[in-house]
Nanobody, 125 residues
Framework: QVQLVESGGGSVQAGGSLRLSCSSS????????MGWFRQTPGKEREGVAL????????DVAAFGKGRFTVSRDNTKNTIHLEMNNLKPEDTGMYYC??????????????????WGSGIQVTASS
């Protein structure tokens, strides 16, 4: 059974940092696409970052460029999202996603097959 579990969320002051982790189990391996999404108040779930299988560099959404870094540890079936200089508008639920293939654009939630239950991130001004 596929399972994705997020950790590392919490509350920080604006300008602070958080490091999210997602541990996977079941049939998820290094051949899977892995990603981070978020859902901020009043908005649809949106793509934050994409990790492709292999050595292709990751993608980070425009709002995260220069602030967010995503990485993958295949030996531990874990991915990380390092978020620096957090802003109040980054507040929301952050979700880990996995899929053996993408059925659409990576930043579209409907393209993904498996999801974690999410973790809260709050950046207060």
């Amino acid at each position: 059974q596929v399972q994705l579990v997020e950790s590392g969320g919490g509350s920080v002051q604006a300008g602070g940092s958080l490091r999210l982790s997602c541990s996977s189990s079941g049939n998820i391996d290094s051949t899977f696409f892995m990603g981070w999404f978020r859902q901020t108040p009043g908005k649809e779930r949106e793509g934050v970052a994409l990790l492709r299988p292999g050595s292709t560099p990751p993608d980070v959404a425009a709002f995260g460029k220069g602030r967010f870094t995503v990485s993958r540890d295949n030996t531990k079936n874990t991915i990380h999202l390092e978020m620096n200089n957090l802003k109040p508008e980054d507040t929301g639920m952050y979700y880990c996603a996995a899929s053996p293939r993408l059925n659409g654009p990576w930043f579209s939630a409907s393209a993904w097959g498996f999801w974690g239950s999410g973790i809260q991130v709050t950046a207060s001004s």
